[in-house]
């Protein structure tokens, strides 16, 4: 930023039916700079009237959509790109407004959303389905690949780009329509996505945007006999809920919940270089990260040298405003993960733990926390068991192959983990021994949009990304004919 010019927050308003609208009951909430606390403005709330034309509008979108070709819909959301493209820089600054992260990462991720959207439209041209060879002579069988139908789906608030950018073309890729219901506390990247789509040409009523009291909105949505698809991105016990309303009317769902991914660090490392590699994927969005490396089991000959370079890393951060130039790491999304912090760390604390660095609120304006590492942790202790989703990370020896592998797979969660190790032995035994959907080893680069994205356990089921991505949107009907 130059500082000359102040940046420009998005005009806060939802999108139904082709038009852009406030709440029909006139019903508002601030939104806030994290960084500053201050208001950036007032996001409508939908009224039930409001959902209910939503819907109407869906469900007319999809009859449009359904039928336009797979290759006549890869132009309009490839021509989506190309807005979403040009306007990134300004995309970037409403995201670190709302959001917190610091400049470079809003960047990344606006044109990691941009690639994932380019990718959705060009995969929906290939839903292909197949012929099966029939039993008797003239008689032809097909599985045919369909779009599933109108889809309500949620996001959640760290990352107000990738999350709907994945929702929203895989939605469309595969001809649904699709209502979404972005996060209330980081609306502004949301809108500023779907002003692309309706640039580019997408008929009204193929994508939504509606905001509210999330269980209003999403119970309202997901009762409805129009919506046969449900997405949600967020916590476990919202995904319970959501699945449950789900399974009333038998809809089918995608559901991207939380972790607590175990880095395993073997001593056949340079656990130098593998700290740098660790603590920056820490720290990245201030740990809010459903990815996040959280919990650090590294191997007791290189304990000391490992924890040395991340407690350095730590203490060396540069925390503060995304928008200043330097800054390092921004401030929690909200004051909720302030208190999270504050209580897992004295959870630790009341367990035996040692704060190597940080463990404290940076101030009181802005929802900034030190960069925290934290050694001589309990399992037990909350820090070990709940996902932190923040910047606090508890560093553990470990002996054995078979012991690090049993701590590792010993919670509920199962979405991503990562492990470290020169031998080509090690690397792919202890890929196949963990519950997990995904695992980088020897990297954490685990999430691309050619890639399936997905969670084991509590973690979730179904994908987003690759192949299984676009499938989350398509039925499958078989179809046989025999000429008569
Ligand atoms: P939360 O559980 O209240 O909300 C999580 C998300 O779900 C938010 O975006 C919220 O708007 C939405 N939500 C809540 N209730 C909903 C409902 N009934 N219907 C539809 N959407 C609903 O908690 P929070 O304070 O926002 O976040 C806390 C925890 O959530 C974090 O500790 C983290 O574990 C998890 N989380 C995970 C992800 C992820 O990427 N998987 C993202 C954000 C939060």
């Given at each position: 930023m130059d500082g000359s010019r102040a940046p420009v927050y998005e005009k806060l308003e939802m999108f139904i039916g082709g038009k852009w609208c406030q709440g029909s009951e006139g019903k508002t909430e601030d939104v806030v700079n994290p960084a500053t606390e201050q208001p950036l403005g007032k996001l409508p709330h939908a009224s039930k009237a409001d959902l209910d034309r939503a819907l109407a509008a869906a469900q007319k979108g999809f009859e449009t959509w359904r039928k336009t070709s797979a290759y006549d819909r890869a132009k309009v959301i490839r021509k989506a790109v190309d807005l979403f493209r040009q306007r990134a820089d300004a995309i970037a600054q409403t995201l670190t407004l709302e959001q917190g992260k610091v400049l470079g990462e809003a960047k990344i991720e606006v044109t990691v959303s941009a690639d994932i959207i380019e990718w959705y439209a060009e995969e929906g041209r290939r839903a292909y389905g197949r012929i099966i060879p029939g039993r008797m002579a003239g008689v032809r069988q097909m599985a045919v690949r369909e779009p599933v139908g109108p889809v309500a789906a949620f996001t959640p608030w760290n990352f107000p780009a990738v999350t709907p950018a994945r929702k929203i073309a895989g939605a469309i890729a595969a001809g649904c329509s699709i209502i979404i219901k972005a996060s209330e506390e980081t609306p502004g990247t949301c809108i500023a996505m779907v002003r692309c789509f309706e640039e580019a040409g997408l008929p009204a009523g193929v994508l939504n945007l509606v905001f509210g009291v999330p269980n209003d909105v999403s119970t309202h949505l997901i009762a409805?006999?129009?919506?046969r698809k449900i997405s949600f991105t967020g916590s476990i016990p919202v995904g319970k809920h959501l699945a449950r309303m789900a399974a009333d009317g038998m809809k089918k769902a995608t559901m991207e919940l939380g972790g607590h991914s175990p880095v395993i660090v073997f001593d056949d490392v340079d656990p130098v270089k593998t700290a740098e590699i660790a603590a920056a994927g820490k720290y990245r969005n201030a740990g809010q990260v459903c990815i996040s490396p959280t919990r650090f089991f590294v191997q007791e000959k290189v304990f000391d040298k490992f924890a040395d370079k991340f407690i350095d890393i730590a203490k060396n951060l540069k925390v503060g405003n995304g928008l200043e130039a330097g800054t390092q790491m921004g401030p929690l999304a909200n004051i909720r993960r302030v208190n999270a912090m504050e209580g897992i760390v004295a959870d630790a604390q009341g367990n035996g733990a040692r704060i190597q660095t940080g463990g404290k609120r940076i101030g009181n304006q802005g929802y900034f926390f030190q960069p925290t590492v934290v050694t001589n942790?309990?399992?037990?202790?909350k820090l070990m068991r709940d996902e932190p989703f923040g910047p606090v990370a508890p560093i553990v020896p470990f002996k054995t192959f078979d012991e690090v592998v049993k701590r590792a797979n010993a919670l509920e969660y199962g979405l991503a983990a990562y492990a470290f190790t020169h031998s080509t032995a090690t690397a792919t035994a202890v890929a196949d021994a963990l519950e997990s959907g995904m695992v980088g080893v020897n990297h954490?680069?685990?999430?691309?949009?050619e890639t399936p994205f997905g969670g084991v356990k509590e973690s979730g089921y179904g994908h987003e990304g690759g192949i299984e991505g676009l499938d989350a949107y398509l039925i499958t009907k078989f179809v046989t004919q025999i000429g008569v």
């Amino acid at each position: 930023m130059d500082g000359s010019r102040a940046p420009v927050y998005e005009k806060l308003e939802m999108f139904i039916g082709g038009k852009w609208c406030q709440g029909s009951e006139g019903k508002t909430e601030d939104v806030v700079n994290p960084a500053t606390e201050q208001p950036l403005g007032k996001l409508p709330h939908a009224s039930k009237a409001d959902l209910d034309r939503a819907l109407a509008a869906a469900q007319k979108g999809f009859e449009t959509w359904r039928k336009t070709s797979a290759y006549d819909r890869a132009k309009v959301i490839r021509k989506a790109v190309d807005l979403f493209r040009q306007r990134a820089d300004a995309i970037a600054q409403t995201l670190t407004l709302e959001q917190g992260k610091v400049l470079g990462e809003a960047k990344i991720e606006v044109t990691v959303s941009a690639d994932i959207i380019e990718w959705y439209a060009e995969e929906g041209r290939r839903a292909y389905g197949r012929i099966i060879p029939g039993r008797m002579a003239g008689v032809r069988q097909m599985a045919v690949r369909e779009p599933v139908g109108p889809v309500a789906a949620f996001t959640p608030w760290n990352f107000p780009a990738v999350t709907p950018a994945r929702k929203i073309a895989g939605a469309i890729a595969a001809g649904c329509s699709i209502i979404i219901k972005a996060s209330e506390e980081t609306p502004g990247t949301c809108i500023a996505m779907v002003r692309c789509f309706e640039e580019a040409g997408l008929p009204a009523g193929v994508l939504n945007l509606v905001f509210g009291v999330p269980n209003d909105v999403s119970t309202h949505l997901i009762a409805s006999p129009v919506i046969r698809k449900i997405s949600f991105t967020g916590s476990i016990p919202v995904g319970k809920h959501l699945a449950r309303m789900a399974a009333d009317g038998m809809k089918k769902a995608t559901m991207e919940l939380g972790g607590h991914s175990p880095v395993i660090v073997f001593d056949d490392v340079d656990p130098v270089k593998t700290a740098e590699i660790a603590a920056a994927g820490k720290y990245r969005n201030a740990g809010q990260v459903c990815i996040s490396p959280t919990r650090f089991f590294v191997q007791e000959k290189v304990f000391d040298k490992f924890a040395d370079k991340f407690i350095d890393i730590a203490k060396n951060l540069k925390v503060g405003n995304g928008l200043e130039a330097g800054t390092q790491m921004g401030p929690l999304a909200n004051i909720r993960r302030v208190n999270a912090m504050e209580g897992i760390v004295a959870d630790a604390q009341g367990n035996g733990a040692r704060i190597q660095t940080g463990g404290k609120r940076i101030g009181n304006q802005g929802y900034f926390f030190q960069p925290t590492v934290v050694t001589n942790v309990d399992e037990k202790s909350k820090l070990m068991r709940d996902e932190p989703f923040g910047p606090v990370a508890p560093i553990v020896p470990f002996k054995t192959f078979d012991e690090v592998v049993k701590r590792a797979n010993a919670l509920e969660y199962g979405l991503a983990a990562y492990a470290f190790t020169h031998s080509t032995a090690t690397a792919t035994a202890v890929a196949d021994a963990l519950e997990s959907g995904m695992v980088g080893v020897n990297h954490l680069g685990i999430s691309m949009p050619e890639t399936p994205f997905g969670g084991v356990k509590e973690s979730g089921y179904g994908h987003e990304g690759g192949i299984e991505g676009l499938d989350a949107y398509l039925i499958t009907k078989f179809v046989t004919q025999i000429g008569v």
